[in-house]
Antibody, heavy 117, light 113 residues
Framework: QVRLVESGGGVVQPGRSLRLSCATS????????MHWVRQAPGKGLEWVAV????????YYANSVKGRFTISRDISKNTLYLQLTSLRPDDTAVYYC??????????WGQGTQVIVSS | DIVMTQSPDSLAVSLGERATINCKSS????????????LSWFQQKPGQPPKRLIY???SRDSGVPDRFSGSGSGTDFTLTISSLQAEDVAVYYC?????????FGQGTRLEIK
């Protein structure tokens, strides 16, 4: 069955960096675009980034462009999100999700990122 | 960027009654080449990740009860729950995936009256 498991979250000071991982199984990872979506405490969903199935293109939300980088390692069936220059308003649960038919069908359980001094 | 606006922000409906949630995009999300609207609906229950219910505006995901239906085209869309069940209490989001950034609506909280 399809599984997505995020890791790498934690408490980090403003201005520091963090790398999130999303380990996948149960499907051919190299055939699907993948997304990151986040949700701040008590708030709605915010789409963060997408990477195409072959890694050829990446797109970002304006709020993270230039600070976050999405990437993938086909050999490890793993999706990444590198977070730099973190700000308190980056505090959120970060979800990875697979893209089928133009949007996110399977989601992981999320990893919590808290940006605080 | 495409702005997605849902209405209402919250909704209370009696069990067995119809619930309707609207979503409006600031520009068309109809991909003419494929004749598909890149509009999805998600359900999120407390403490859980979102679950996709509808893609391409009106196609139901596998396993989603047929009381959930999506309609609309261009810029105006609707999610309808034909007969509300207790397990449908959740927050519902629309999302456009026509053009990045793939923006979500602000969410609609659905409760039992």
């Amino acid at each position: 069955q399809v599984r997505l498991v995020e890791s790498g979250g934690g408490v980090v000071q403003p201005g520091r960096s963090l790398r999130l991982s999303c380990a996948t199984s149960g499907f051919t990872f190299s055939s699907y675009a993948m997304h990151w979506v986040r949700q701040a405490p008590g708030k709605g969903l915010e789409w963060v980034a997408v990477i195409l199935y072959d890694g050829s293109h990446q797109y970002y939300a304006n709020s993270v462009k230039g600070r976050f980088t999405i990437s993938r390692d086909i050999s490890k069936n793993t999706l990444y999100l590198q977070l730099t220059s973190l700000r308190p308003d980056d505090t959120a649960v970060y979800y990875c999700a697979r893209d089928v038919r133009g949007s996110e069908d399977y989601w992981g359980q999320g990893t919590q990122v808290i940006v605080s001094s | 960027d495409i702005v997605m606006t849902q209405s209402p922000d919250s909704l209370a409906v009696s069990l067995g009654e119809r619930a309707t949630i609207n979503c409006k995009s600031s520009q068309s999300v109809l991909y003419s080449s494929y004749n598909k609207n890149y509009l999805s609906w998600f359900q999120q229950k407390p403490g859980q990740p979102p679950k996709r219910l509808i893609y391409w505006a009106s196609s139901r995901d596998s396993g989603v009860p047929d009381r959930f239906s999506g309609s609309g085209s261009g810029t105006d869309f609707t999610l309808t729950i034909s007969s509300l069940q207790a397990e449908d209490v959740a927050v519902y989001y629309c999302q456009q995936s026509y053009s990045p950034p793939y923006t979500f609506g602000q969410g609609t909280r659905l409760e039992i009256k």
